[in-house]
């Protein structure tokens, strides 16, 4: 793709073009993970970077994601900007002790002398029909992590841009994938001036309820607002596209106008991103709510075999009886 | 139990018995490379020399005698409340200070938490070391100014930050080299294991610097290993080497040897330093629940200090004013570290929200906001 140039691409295309331009404008970003080189990673996001710049700046790593992370934050030390690939939510967790303990932490520790410019990779969520671990939204298990920023966008132009400036941060950054959606297209201009990265937009305007997610669940809530116009309902959507930190002037901003607020996530209810905002939200602007904030998500059950996602998984139905009650009150 | 941990527990040999043993050296005794027996009698290795002037040779006793001294003070600070915990290397001096004179100034080093040793050959002023075991910070020097990275206490985890720098050491051509203390009980560790897959299929110029000091808490080496620990290093594609904890001489000499291969090229090296935990595992542990006596005795007949203040003095290298000049130094670093710490200030309220993101993170400002509020609530009341 040429620079500066509009676009319609898939976000497997878009993050695969935010990446090559990084490689392209800072030598210290190297590209790291299993199986990122020859084959370009599991979802091709990598296709082709090791064949432009090398085995020695898109690297492929022995199978120990412990061990991907660790090596990352000692790169981190001496000055380069790794971008991490984990190759499924799943299998994040070895890798969970060096996030949270040392990576998280490493900042702060040093009293601010050390940055720790990491990004890790995530394709997340289920809709793929794969296997058990290939499935999870881990998300939260993040955003409650001091010192780590959370972000996942919905979209190939979000895709681009958030992996520009998840690079560029000197935070770490876990950038969730919305693997489901890898193969959406969608338009992506790579001369815009891009908004802030942890800011959340309003994906459709609507005065009676505001539907928020991010992620896979964008999608889903913009259906259920088309499906609920048609019954006259005014649904909000907006697209939250950082969990941590979360952008609650932007959705109070949404509620105090439309009143109810449905949160949506494939993660499960239970201590998940949308208790957060639920909580938050019902501190902030009580005295607006036309209803209790409502939460569509996972159940507290482990992700099923892909025989029974569909009913696991917040679709359309669910989202829309969730508006429904909400509207009822 | 080990060939050599089963020697370690015979009794001392007569000066007889150790010169015969010196000129005729058996297979397990080559296993572990010494320099300067716990008798202070310069013996030769195949492998390892060392060539040092009197000047160099008292250099590394007033390391270990003012890292000793300051190691004893901290845990006297701990005992009258002004630490929280301290972590006491006693007995390790050799195996730090020997490899802690090793390194350039450009090498790159990732300690535990019991590092004070190396710390010194760093130049970290000891009293950095002690916030964290007073409460005032979890670290806090920049490590980039020392080439000391900062304390790490989840154990293990700190040999892949290591082995990931030194791949960066590699992708910038320097010709550093990077070492990474752990101990016995990290050898379990899978981030041990995963540090020694990455550096060898990446060839990184990185030495594994394990000291074996025979006790993780309360469990033996033998919970930890069925093998002697530096023989992994050849399931993994590099050399892997016994060195005597408590030798300074054999420790400088194995890892100036490690490095100096680490920096040619030559990829990672592990040095087991064979040595022994004198004091407890921290200032909270008892040691008396799980250890006798009688091995903390057969250790101390192998004291690193005193085997080459014996080697000093018998090669007339130092003198009695030397030994004096030094007590008194000692005295006045106890002194020094000992004010420090009292007058340590406790940080203000405010920086639990500090340095956690570099960029800024809007829950932190609005959570800062907050609770700044609600202190500032009480001065209004005029409490």
Redesign the interface.
């Given at each position: 793709m040429a620079a500066g140039s509009t676009e319609k691409l898939s976000i497997v295309k878009a993050i695969n073009a935010s990446l090559r331009k990084s490689l392209e404008t800072d030598n210290k970003v190297v590209i790291m993970g299993e199986d990122v080189g020859k084959l370009g990673g599991v979802f091709r996001v990598t296709d082709g970077l090791q064949k432009d710049f090398g085995e020695e700046r898109v690297i492929d790593t022995p199978l120990a994601e412990s061990g991907i992370v660790g090596t990352a934050i000692g790169l981190a030390l001496r000055g380069y900007r790794p971008v991490v690939e984990i190759q499924f939510d799943g299998f994040v967790f070895p890798a969970y002790d060096q996030i949270v303990t040392q990576l998280a932490k490493m900042h702060a520790r040093a009293l601010g002398k050390v940055k720790m410019p990491v990004v890790i990779r995530i394709p997340y969520g289920g809709g793929i029909g794969a296997v058990e671990h290939h499935s999870e939204s881990p998300e939260a298990l993040f955003a409650h992590v001091a010192g780590l920023k959370c972000v996942s966008p919905s979209n190939a132009s979000d895709a681009y841009w958030m992996m520009q400036q998840a690079i560029a941060s000197d935070d770490p950054v876990i950038y969730f994938e919305p693997k489901r959606r890898y193969h959406d297209r969608s338009e992506v201009n790579t001369s815009a001036i891009p908004g802030p990265l942890h800011a959340a937009r309003v994906e459709r305007a609507g005065t009676d309820l505001t539907l928020a997610a991010y992620g896979p669940m964008v999608k889903v809530c913009r259906d259920a607002a088309a499906a609920a116009a048609e019954e006259g309902k005014s649904i909000e959507v907006l697209d939250l596209r950082s969990i941590s930190p979360i952008d609650f002037d932007g959705i109070e901003e949404s509620v105090r106008k439309t009143g109810r607020l449905v949160i949506v996530h494939e993660a499960p209810v239970f201590f998940g991103s949308g208790a957060e905002v639920a909580a938050r939200i019902t501190e902030r602007c009580f005295y607006h709510l036309e209803a209790p904030v409502l939460r569509v998500g996972g159940f507290h059950a482990p992700y099923p075999p892909s025989r029974l996602e569909d009913e696991y998984l917040p679709g359309l139905d669910r989202v829309l009886d969730a508006v429904d009650r909400a509207l009822a009150y | 139990m080990t060939v050599d941990s089963t020697a370690a527990r015979k009794p001392r040999r007569s000066s007889s018995t150790k010169r015969t043993r010196a000129k005729q050296p058996t297979a397990d005794q080559t296993q572990l490379v010494q320099l300067l027996t716990p008798e202070g009698e310069r013996v030769e290795h195949p492998d390892y020399s060392i060539d040092l002037t009197p000047e160099e040779l008292r250099g590394l006793y007033r390391d270990m005698v003012l890292t000793r001294r300051f190691d004893a003070e901290a845990t006297t600070l701990q005992r009258q409340g002004e630490l929280g915990l301290w972590a006491s290397l006693l007995g390790q001096e050799a195996a730090q200070i020997g490899s802690g004179r090793a390194l350039r100034d450009d090498d790159y080093v990732f300690p535990t938490y019991r590092e004070h040793g190396v710390a010194w050959c760093r130049d970290v002023d000891p009293t950095n070391l002690l916030g964290m075991f007073r409460g005032v910070?979890?670290?806090?020097?920049?490590?980039?100014s020392n080439n000391f990275?900062?304390y790490?206490i989840?154990i293990g985890?700190q040999?892949?930050?290591?082995?990931?720098?030194?791949?960066?050491?590699a992708?910038?051509g320097a010709d550093s080299a990077v070492i990474a203390y752990f101990g016995d009980g990290a050898s379990s560790q899978?981030?041990v294991a995963?540090?020694f897959?990455?550096s060898a299929?990446y060839n990184a110029p990185v030495v594994f610097f394990c000291q074996n000091n025979q006790w993780a808490i309360s469990e033996p080496t033998e919970r930890q290993t069925r093998v002697p620990l530096y023989q992994r290093a050849q399931g993994y594609g590099f050399p892997g080497v016994r060195v005597d904890g408590n030798d300074v001489l054999a420790c400088l000499a194995v890892t100036r040897a490690a490095l100096e291969r680490a920096r040619s090229g030559q990829g990672p090296m592990l040095v087991e330093a064979y040595t022994y935990r004198m004091g407890a595992h921290t200032t909270s542990d008892d040691p008396t629940r799980y250890r006798a006596d009688e091995e903390r005795e057969l250790w101390e007949a192998k004291d690193p200090i005193l085997r080459l203040r014996t080697y000093l003095t018998r090669e007339e290298f130092a003198d009695e004013e030397f030994f004096t000049a030094l007590e008194q130094e000692s005295d006045a670093l106890a002194k020094r570290v000992r004010d420090a710490v009292r007058s340590m200030p406790d940080p203000d309220h405010m920086a639990i929200f500090?340095?956690?993101?570099?960029?800024g993170?809007?829950?932190?400002d609005e959570e800062r906001a907050q609770f700044a509020a609600y202190q500032a609530s009480f001065a209004e009341e005029g409490h």
């Open positions: - | 910070n979890n670290g806090g020097w920049d490590p980039n990275h900062l790490t989840v985890s040999t892949l930050h290591a082995t990931g720098y030194a791949m960066g050491v992708k910038d899978g981030d995963e540090a897959t990455f299929v500090e340095n956690i993101y570099a960029d993170h809007a829950l932190v």
